[in-house]
């Protein structure tokens, strides 16, 4: 497939660049940002890791502040790194994202308040109702609270819904009742009253767990409590990208009065058994499970190409709903999916290869507003 050649650099370093006569650099351009292309649409964001918090590569750092003006942190504010042990915190990290954002003029979606999985370990050893609402109640006040006009926005709740639209079984539902949710986001509105509340989820793009998670929202909202929009995160597969459900979710939540956003959207491109994104679930590896290990061939490169295009084609066809578009990961280096469900992988779930260079799905996406 014939690529164009793009300059990773920007400013003067890339007029010295394109100056030369270099085979390459001659030819090369500078690559078009997503945040621009799309900024009277939706917010383009990023999960970010630990070393880009730590902005450890200057390269990569000046390449998200020139592509993405929302992120996401992929790990760092999850219960079990924020809040170790019972009365002990870490925000080190917490904060250095808040920094990073300022600094780059780039917005931060705290993820996630109550989440069943990453909990601190201490958890597992409390058996009754008392000590989990007293956690439960001093995790959200403290985190919440720390960050209230630092963030955006917060993933009050996250993954709190089976398949089938029912409450997931997780210590929250058993020691705190279906409740929790509501409990959840009262307390983050009490806590952070500038932050807007969200509550995210994978395949509530879909019929039944949908349903679950619109009367999540109804519910919260009967009780006389704020809930500002709802995240349909978008780990989908490549060939199987369920268009129809997703345009009937943005208009069927949009009629809630909530804002909708895909929030942790990346296309995967390996072989798998199963839908979603449970992290509890894995597979044993055998020969045929990572494919390419040096390549994506070109017929799977089109696919994921005309995925990327149809979902922001569908995206930006409903923008007045939609405020933001997060991938989950920079580049196909930085991604989950390389090690999910099975260890060491090759996946290419993302618009960036492990370069940092365009890929066929990034143009086509770009196109659409060309
Ligand atoms: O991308 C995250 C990965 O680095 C972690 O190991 C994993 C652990 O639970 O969580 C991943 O992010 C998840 C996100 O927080 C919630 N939705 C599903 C994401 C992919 O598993």
């Known amino acids: 497939m014939l690529l164009k050649k793009y300059i990773l650099t920007t400013g003067a370093a890339a007029l010295v660049l394109s100056s030369l006569s270099l085979p390459n650099a001659a030819s090369a351009q500078k690559i078009p940002s997503l945040k621009?292309?799309?900024?009277?649409?939706?917010?383009?964001?990023?999960?970010?890791?630990?070393?880009?918090?730590?902005?450890?590569?200057?390269?990569?750092?000046?390449?998200?502040?020139?592509?993405?003006?929302?992120?996401?942190?992929?790990?760092?504010?999850?219960?079990?790194?924020?809040?170790?042990?019972?009365?002990?915190?870490?925000?080190?990290?917490a904060d250095k994202l808040i920094v990073f954002g300022k600094k780059h003029n780039i917005k931060i979606n705290g993820h996630t308040l109550i989440w069943h999985s990453q909990l601190p370990s201490f958890i597992r050893g409390i058996k009754n109702a008392d000590s989990i609402r007293t956690f439960f109640t001093d995790h959200i006040k403290t985190v919440a609270g720390r960050y209230d006009g630092k963030v955006l926005s917060w993933d009050v709740v996250n993954e709190a819904l089976n398949e089938d639209g029912?409450?997931?079984?997780?210590?929250?539902?058993?020691?705190?009742?279906?409740?929790?949710?509501?409990?959840?986001?009262?307390?983050?509105?009490?806590?952070?009253?500038?932050?807007?509340?969200?509550?995210?989820?994978?395949?509530?793009?879909?019929?039944?767990?949908?349903?679950?998670?619109?009367?999540?929202?109804?519910?919260?909202?009967?009780?006389?409590?704020?809930?500002?929009g709802v995240g349909i995160q978008g780990h989908w597969h490549v060939g199987k990208v369920p268009f129809k459900d997703i345009e009937e979710s943005i208009l069927q939540y949009a009629a809630l009065g909530v804002k909708v956003m895909f929030t942790e959207l990346d296309i995967e491109v390996l072989p798998r058994n199963f839908q979603g994104a449970d992290v509890g679930q894995r597979m044993t590896a055998n020969a045929q499970s990572n494919p390419y290990p040096e390549a994506l061939p070109d017929s799977v490169?089109?696919?994921?190409?005309?995925?990327?295009?149809?979902?922001?084609?569908?995206?930006?066809?409903?923008?007045?709903?939609?405020?933001?578009?997060?991938?989950?990961?920079?580049?196909?280096?930085?991604?989950?999916?390389?090690?999910?469900?099975?260890?060491?992988?090759?996946?290419?779930p993302l618009l960036f290869d492990r370069k940092n260079q365009p890929k066929p799905a990034f143009e086509k996406v770009i196109a659409l507003k060309n």
């Open 36 to 93: 621009d292309t799309f900024k009277k649409d939706f917010g383009i964001g990023t999960a970010m890791n630990n070393a880009q918090i730590d902005e450890r590569d200057p390269a990569t750092t000046a390449f998200i502040a020139s592509q993405f003006n929302m992120a996401t942190p992929e790990n760092i504010m999850k219960s079990a790194l924020i809040h170790p042990k019972w009365d002990t915190y870490n925000f080190e990290m």
């Open 166 to 228: 029912t409450m997931r079984k997780s210590v929250f539902l058993q020691y705190l009742g279906d409740d929790f949710v509501t409990e959840a986001f009262r307390l983050a509105q009490q806590a952070a009253p500038k932050t807007e509340l969200y509550y995210n989820d994978y395949n509530n793009e879909q019929p039944a767990k949908r349903a679950g998670c619109m009367a999540l929202i109804k519910k919260i909202k009967a009780a006389g409590v704020r809930i500002d």
């Open 301 to 348: 490169q089109n696919q994921l190409a005309a995925d990327y295009e149809n979902l922001f084609r569908l995206f930006l066809k409903h923008k007045d709903k939609v405020t933001r578009v997060t991938f989950w990961g920079v580049n196909d280096a930085d991604s989950w999916l390389n090690n999910w469900p099975i260890r060491g992988r090759t996946s290419y």
